[in-house]
């Protein structure tokens, strides 16, 4: 089973519906992070959290609003869904550790989100 | 703005040849990771170097970073088929936030 697993995969929606993506990891890591990824422009955070009660806004939050229900679920939504958010979004994890800072990311494999 | 910018934006080498990509970032980091992404999936991480560290190697990768210009390169030797992906770096700042590239697309040819 995945270690970092994204529902819906794939989801079409229209302007003005409210959307809600989800994220689920098993490897017990307390960070989770949302980005989306569009083509030319790499990656961009919108939010991020480094425990069940610590939620920050990233590059690009406007538009979005996260929940960390569990150390394990993070979802991200979309209160009322445009065009330009029309893009490949990721859930990654990452693990903590004391002193130097060394903290690979896990993703998952992304939800492809279209807004008509 | 992003952190860490990739160069080249694009690349095409022959099978069997090295393929280099760089990276620049703005601001003191911690650490710098190179990721690589096959089209439409998620991000695996290659390798990552602290910044006190000047050169590292992993298998067919090697990674350097000059801290005094900000840099890093990604050396990818012998390429081959399944290489062809894009390849992210991404710097992970004093406040532990990680800031991605835009990427390097880089293409094995036959």
């Known amino acids: 089973d995945a270690d970092v697993t994204q529902t819906p995969r794939n989801r079409i929606t229209k302007t003005g519906k409210r959307i809600m993506l989800e994220c689920s990891q098993t490897k017990g890591h307390d960070r989770m992070y949302w980005y989306r990824q569009?083509?030319?422009l790499g990656l961009r955070l919108i939010y991020y959290s480094f425990d069940v009660k610590d939620i920050n806004k990233g590059e690009i939050s406007d538009g979005y609003s996260v929940s960390r229900q569990a150390?394990?679920?993070f979802s991200l939504s979309l209160e009322s869904a445009i065009p330009n958010q029309?893009?490949?979004y990721f859930c990654a994890t990452s693990d903590r550790h004391r002193g130097?800072?060394?903290?690979?990311?896990?993703?998952?494999p992304g939800t492809r989100l279209t807004v008509l | 703005s992003q952190q860490g910018e990739e160069d080249p934006q694009a690349l095409s080498i022959q099978e069997g040849e090295n393929a280099t990509m760089n990276?620049?970032?703005?601001t003191s980091i911690n650490n710098l990771q190179w990721?690589?992404?096959?089209?439409?999936?998620?991000l695996v991480h290659l390798i990552l170097i602290r910044s006190?560290?000047?050169?590292?190697?992993?298998g067919r990768l090697r990674v350097t970073l000059d801290t005094s210009k900000k840099s890093s390169s990604l050396l990818i030797t012998a390429s081959r088929a399944a290489d062809t992906a894009s390849y992210f770096c991404a710097s992970q700042n004093r406040d532990d936030k990680i800031i991605f590239g835009k990427g390097t697309r880089l293409h094995i040819l036959p």
């Open chain 1, 38 to 40: 569009d083509p030319g």
């Open chain 1, 71 to 73: 150390q394990a679920k």
């Open chain 1, 86 to 88: 029309t893009a490949l």
């Open chain 1, 100 to 108: 130097f800072s060394y903290n690979e990311q896990f993703f998952g």
């Open chain 2, 23 to 26: 990276c620049s970032y703005k």
């Open chain 2, 35 to 42: 990721y690589r992404q096959n089209s439409g999936r998620g």
């Open chain 2, 52 to 58: 006190n560290e000047r050169e590292k190697h992993s």
